[in-house]
C-alpha cells in the first residue's frame, strides 16, 4: 500500500526535473549569444591596449610584433625577468630541498642514538645496576 504513492512521488519528482532540464535547453538554444570573446586573436589585433596584445598566441604576436617595437621590446623584457624570477625561485627550491635532506639525516642520526640509550638504559635495568621510577627519576644501585 505504501509503495504506490512513494512510486507516484518519485515519477512526480522525476517528472519535475525533466520539464526543468527541458526549459533550461530550450532556453540556451533560443537565447542568442551578448557577451563578446574578449581574449579572441582578432580583438587582440584589433584592440589598442597592451594588456589584449600580450597574448601569447601566434598571431596575436605578430600581429602586435608589426604594430608596436617599444611594446614587443616591453614584453620581451618582462618574459626575461620572469625566467631570471623562475631560475632563482628552482635555486632556492634546491636550496630548500638540500636543507630539508640534511635535516632528515640528523634526525635519522639522533633517532639511532636515542634508541642505543633506551637499550642501554634497558640492559642497566635488567641487571639492577639503575632503578628508573614512574617520574622518570633514575637510582643507582638496588635503594
Not at 24 to 44: D, K, R
Not at 74 to 88: F, G, I, S, W
Not at 110 to 138: E, H, K, P, V, Y
Request: charged share 10%; proline share 3%; net charge neutral.
Amino acid at each position: 500500500m505504501k509503495t504506490l504513492p512513494a512510486i507516484l512521488f518519485a515519477l512526480g519528482i522525476t517528472a519535475v526535473l525533466a520539464i526543468t532540464m527541458a526549459v533550461i535547453g530550450a532556453n540556451a538554444l533560443v537565447n542568442p549569444v551578448t557577451l563578446p570573446i574578449t581574449n579572441s586573436p582578432a580583438s587582440a589585433s584589433t584592440s589598442g591596449s597592451g594588456v589584449a596584445a600580450a597574448s601569447f598566441s601566434s598571431s596575436s604576436a605578430s600581429s602586435a610584433a608589426s604594430s608596436d617595437p617599444a611594446q614587443v621590446a616591453q614584453l620581451q623584457a618582462l618574459v626575461t625577468q620572469y625566467q631570471d624570477r623562475e631560475k632563482q625561485y628552482q635555486t632556492e627550491l634546491a636550496d630548500g630541498v638540500n636543507r630539508l635532506n640534511q635535516a632528515n639525516t640528523q634526525l635519522q642520526t639522533q633517532d639511532q642514538q636515542i634508541q642505543q640509550f633506551q637499550q642501554l638504559l634497558t640492559i642497566l635495568q635488567q641487571r639492577g645496576l639503575i632503578r628508573i621510577d614512574s617520574n622518570g627519576q633514575i637510582f643507582l644501585g638496588r635503594n
